[in-house]
């Protein structure tokens, strides 16, 4: 080998180990899923408003479910937690123990959250457990504990269940409308969320939807037994409401894609680019319900599997990348007052919703910004709270992966909740037929990830971010340098 060759290919080592590249070689392709419930008991906290409700029910069981992939010596897993978001203590923990137990790297270890907002609200709970207030000798281990080792059970389970395995897909458009962009633009210019067209000074919807369902069937290559089935969709799980613990519509789904496949099949649902989507139709007094919700998207889905195509050629890649996104810079004198505010809520003073969401911004990005916050965040805030980000400084570490087969199949994970029109700009870019594009993926203490457009629109869901314009943007150039990455066709081998 020449000098020049050896440079060349030292050059193309060190750029594969830095940007998280790993190839499948022509090895059999394995997958294995499994499902563990991580439903907590009556009177815990439930997560998804800004004030406590404890619940007093189960309407259907909360799930962590897991998808192992395997070929040659590239190993990956994927798990769609019914839970309002991931936080990245809970993934750091995750992976920490995953992969002492089966070989997967950690930076291949992804956790993805439903949104559902009838999940349990863990935050203050793994803070406590991870802190000096740990499970106390003898007490009853906390829910973020048993949390932690359901969610690693389950992707542990998933790997013992490796086949060699198929994998087929089809792309379907919701024509049955249950889903709407949340955010309007008004007369005198501004936007406002959760308006209707009746509302005085309504102009038009702020942006669009993304109607497409993605489909990918698991088979067990040998036996043609669907093992999972993985879907994709655009549309903010908010739609249960109550004090009972739900997965929120995709329990629908799984209902209906089990009755066409059988009740063994494990439905993994990745939320699509939803944050500024949901369900209500502003043309209309009345909410879609969750069930019409589901069994429509789920009729989708089902009307779609004779339409799978089969991937012939599924070499898997693994792409990852760390993108550091700039956080809000809040004064001293602005978490002081946001602390008051609080303060005073809890104290039965009443205050404008979105003076509340942003002080509970302020609260956390203290934490985020300075090793000595102005006072115990715990106090104050639940969700947010983390002891890995505690003093990090002005930017967060955020990591988008890309999971591909073959020249058919990506799936994008992102951090946050992300805005669709950033969704959609990976999917029109991506080289791949199709391209799951799923959110609050490992992180979700960005919070919302508006497009840099919207910043200057305004209303809740820019106030409910924790970063700076532009953050977005970086996301969707980081997916699309990765689906680029890895659409390049593998090095030929030498003899």
């Known amino acids: 080998m020449s000098d020049r060759t050896l440079r060349l290919c030292l050059v193309s080592l060190v750029a594969a180990v830095s940007t998280g590249v790993v190839q499948g070689a022509e090895a059999v392709l394995k997958v294995g899923a499994a499902q563990v419930e991580i439903t907590p008991a009556m009177g815990f906290p439930m997560a998804g408003y800004y004030h406590e409700r404890l619940a007093t029910g189960k309407k259907d ?6 998808v192992v992939w395997e070929q040659g010596e590239v190993k990956a897993a994927f798990v769609g937690c019914d839970l309002t978001g991931i936080s990245f203590d809970l993934t750091s923990e995750v992976r920490q123990r995953v992969a002492a137990q089966t ?3 950690p930076q291949a270890i992804i956790l993805s959250g439903t949104h559902s907002h009838t999940a349990p609200d863990y935050g203050r709970d793994l803070y406590r457990l991870l802190g000096s207030q740990g499970t106390p000798a003898g007490g ?3 829910y973020s504990a048993r949390l932690i080792e359901g969610v690693t059970r389950a992707i542990v389970q998933a790997q013992k269940n490796l086949v060699p395995a198929s994998v087929s897909i089809a792309t379907a458009r919701q024509q049955v409308p249950v889903s709407f962009n949340r955010r309007f633009v008004m007369k005198d210019g501004s936007v406002k969320t959760w308006q209707s067209l009746a509302t005085p000074g309504v102009v038009r919807a702020a942006g669009p939807i993304d109607p497409e369902l993605g489909l990918a069937v698991i088979r067990d290559a040998a036996a043609q037994k669907p093992i999972a089935v993985c879907t994709n969709f655009a549309l903010h799980l908010d739609t249960v409401g109550g004090l009972e613990w739900s997965a929120d519509y995709p329990y629908f789904i799984e209902q209906a894609l089990r009755r066409e496949l059988g009740p063994d099949v494990i439905s ?3 939320l699509g680019c939803c944050g500024d989507i949901n369900h209500s139709n502003p043309a209309s007094k009345d909410r879609n319900k969750t069930d019409f919700i589901g069994n429509s998207l789920g009729a989708t889905a089902v009307a779609a599997l004779p339409l799978v195509q089969r991937i012939e050629s599924p070499r898997l890649r693994v792409v990852s990348e760390v993108v550091r996104l700039p956080l809000k810079q809040p004064s001293v ?5 946001s602390r008051d505010l609080l303060k005073a809520i809890q104290g039965g003073q009443k205050a404008e919703f979105l003076e509340q969401v942003a002080a ?6 203290d934490l985020y910004l300075n090793r000595e916050p102005q006072g115990p965040p715990q106090e104050l805030i639940s969700t947010g709270l983390s002891r890995r980000l505690a003093g990090i400084g002005p930017e967060l570490p955020v990591e988008v992966h890309a999971l591909c087969l073959g020249e ?3 799936f994008v994970f992102l951090p946050g909740e992300v805005f669709v029109e950033l969704g959609l700009a990976i999917k029109q870019g991506s080289p791949f037929r199709q391209t799951h594009v799923v959110e609050l993926s490992n992180f979700v203490e960005t919070f919302y990830i508006p497009n840099r457009g919207a910043y200057a629109q305004g209303s809740y869901e820019v ?5 700076q314009p532009g953050g977005g943007e970086l996301l969707v150039e980081a997916a699309l340098r990765l689906l680029r990455q890895a659409a390049q066709p593998p090095a030929p081998t030498t003899p």
Request: aromatic letters at 8%.
């Open 463 to 467: 106030t409910n971010t924790a970063l």
């Open 268 to 270: 993994v649902f990745g």
């Open 408 to 410: 058919d199949l990506a």
């Open 140 to 142: 009853e281990t906390p």
């Open 61 to 66: 069981p909360l799930w962590a479910k897991a």
């Open 103 to 105: 070989g997967i790297p």
């Open 333 to 337: 004198a602005e978490v002081r007052q």
């Open 360 to 365: 509970y911004r302020m609260i956390m990005l």
